[in-house]
């Protein structure tokens, strides 16, 4: 045999090596390519799958805000329809079923997003807002007060599943934004969660408008439950691509899934705890009661309201308060994440005041005082409603982003829920014009928690503060593997000299 045959020989004995290689169970080849993340997954596919998780996002999140924002008009309409049976404390029970299972949710999923990986954190929130949702359209009771019970259940598993998107989605997005737009990854982040969350509101109430005219007011028990159902037909239509999404590249290099120093974690990240934590509590202590109420506090202020007018100026109220979130994402590169937020806190002194002190003239005036309300909740949206998502995702590493999102977005929906157990008493023994008046002090404790406790976050690459955390953990004494699959390493490997010189717990101490 020739030199030339012998060589033809070797390179076809080499391609089927690589056929027999190439189609292994398991094996996954990826042509040549510079700017991929890793031999396992192209630059191309990584790519397609940021732009697909913050699409995704984006309408996931509307379904969570319909769903948070649904009770507003079922609140009235059930009112109405259940006069006897639907007491106050019947009111609360059904309204705090979500705010309860967004508590858990958000808990729950927010540390499995940090152990198990992003998508498998956002298939199972998706899954339980679907089931939530069906057992809600299907609500039935021996009683009138079982169908309640019944509808209490379901709401809090479609919390449970709301709740978990805020951690799940918000820092995949998040990650993803970052890889995909960096230099925008504010204003995209925005743009994918606060607006479609704020967008549920008057989205709520057009379907509710819709189904009511289509059903009639003598068929109210239709409307609600086609209201529920259709809070299902959104995470439906993103179900498969999140199914084939990828975790960003920033969680495969630095999750943490085995031995969480959370004692470490305290110590370097209470400062930004406390201020996530406490300023997500005073905007959902205000914000949440007022949009669960916003249609009662309507139809008590328009003399003889029909259920279709109350319906239409809450339509008119949600409207006025969604500009904010546009002028807050313009805002947030601009004027800083943290001076936004004040700014939206100073909305609530501003407008809260102006309404608590002038209210028996205002509220006689029903297009003034849906103007004045509006641009409240609208400094809700421009400030903390835009920034604690954006603040909460920028301000942790990627090993702990999800469950540090989490615990500040439950303590937030904590004060949702006293805010709604409280909002009653207070109109009752206080009047109405108190619960403005309460929104005013919330938005000077807000400024205050703000300004002293948020990290003025400017919007750099976030692989600087997982590297900075990364060098933090290794000076600290930890020693274990960070990452997943195709970039998993130990902690203490690949750490530039430079970082781990400047590493300082964010409260001010060096170690």
């Not at 309408?59 to 006897?84: H, P, W």
């Not at 990854?185 to 819709?210: K, Q």
């Not at 009662?296 to 109350?310: E, M």
């Not at 390493?489 to 300082?504: D, L, W």
Request: proline residues 3%; neutral net charge.
């Amino acid at each position: 045999m020739s030199s030339g045959d012998e060589r033809i020989s070797d390179e076809e004995g080499q391609l089927r090596d690589y056929e027999k290689t190439a189609g292994a169970p398991g094996v996954v080849v990826v042509p040549e390519d510079p700017a991929a993340p890793s031999k396992l997954v192209s630059s191309k596919r990584q790519r397609l799958s940021d732009i697909f998780t913050i699409i995704c996002a984006g309408f996931a999140l509307i379904s969570d805000g319909y769903q948070n924002n649904l009770m507003t008009m079922v609140n009235v309409l059930f009112r109405k329809e259940y006069t006897k049976q639907y007491t106050s404390a019947v009111s609360t029970q059904v309204s705090n079923a979500l705010l309860i299972g967004e508590i858990f949710g958000q808990i729950t999923i927010g540390l499995t997003c940090d152990y198990l990986g992003r998508k498998t954190a956002i298939v199972v929130t998706t899954a339980m807002i679907v089931v939530g949702g069906v057992l809600a359209t299907a609500a039935h009771g021996v009683t009138i007060l079982g169908m309640f019970w019944m509808i209490t259940i379901a709401r809090g598993v479609v919390g449970f599943g709301t709740g978990g998107e805020y951690p799940a989605s918000s820092t995949s997005a998040s990650e993803a934004a970052n890889e995909h737009t960096l230099a925008n990854r504010g204003p995209v982040f925005i743009l994918v969660t606060n607006l479609p969350l704020s967008f549920g509101g008057p989205l709520a109430v057009m379907v509710f408008l819709i189904v009511l005219s289509a059903a009639g007011e003598d068929h109210l028990s239709t409307v609600w439950r086609v209201c529920y159902g259709l809070g299902c037909v959104l995470p439906l239509t993103v179900f498969y691509f999140r199914i084939k999404m990828l975790n960003s590249k920033l969680y495969r290099r630095g999750a943490i899934k085995r031995r969480v120093p959370y004692g470490l974690v305290l110590r370097y990240y209470w400062r930004s705890l406390i201020g996530t934590c406490g300023a997500w509590f005073l905007y959902d202590f205000v914000t949440f009661p007022n949009g669960v109420f916003s249609g009662v506090i309507i139809s008590s202020v328009v003399k003889n309201s029909s259920l279709k007018s109350t319906a239409e100026y809450q339509l008119l109220l949600g409207s006025i308060a969604l500009p904010g979130v546009l002028i807050g994402a313009w805002l947030c590169n601009r004027l800083g994440r943290k001076n936004t937020m004040m700014l939206g806190f100073s909305g609530y002194l501003v407008f809260g005041l102006i309404i608590g002190i002038a209210y028996d003239k205002i509220s006689k005036i029903v297009p003034l005082f849906i103007v004045f309300y509006g641009l409240m909740l609208s400094s809700g949206n421009l400030g903390p409603g835009d920034m604690l998502g954006l603040l909460s995702s920028e301000s942790y590493a990627t090993a702990v982003r999800g469950t540090c999102y989490g615990i500040s977005a439950a303590v937030g929906k904590a004060g949702a829920a006293i805010g709604t157990e409280a909002f009653t008493p207070i109109e009752t023994n206080l009047g109405k014009r108190w619960t403005f008046i309460v929104a005013a002090i919330c938005g000077v404790l807000g400024i205050l928690v703000t300004f002293f406790f948020v990290k003025d976050v400017k919007g750099d690459d976030l692989a600087n503060e997982d590297e900075l955390f990364r060098a933090y953990l290794v000076k600290g004494g930890w020693v274990g593997e960070m990452g997943e699959e195709d970039l998993k390493s130990f902690a203490q490997e690949g750490i530039p000299p430079a970082i781990t010189e400047k590493v300082t717990v964010h409260g001010g101490e060096k170690i």
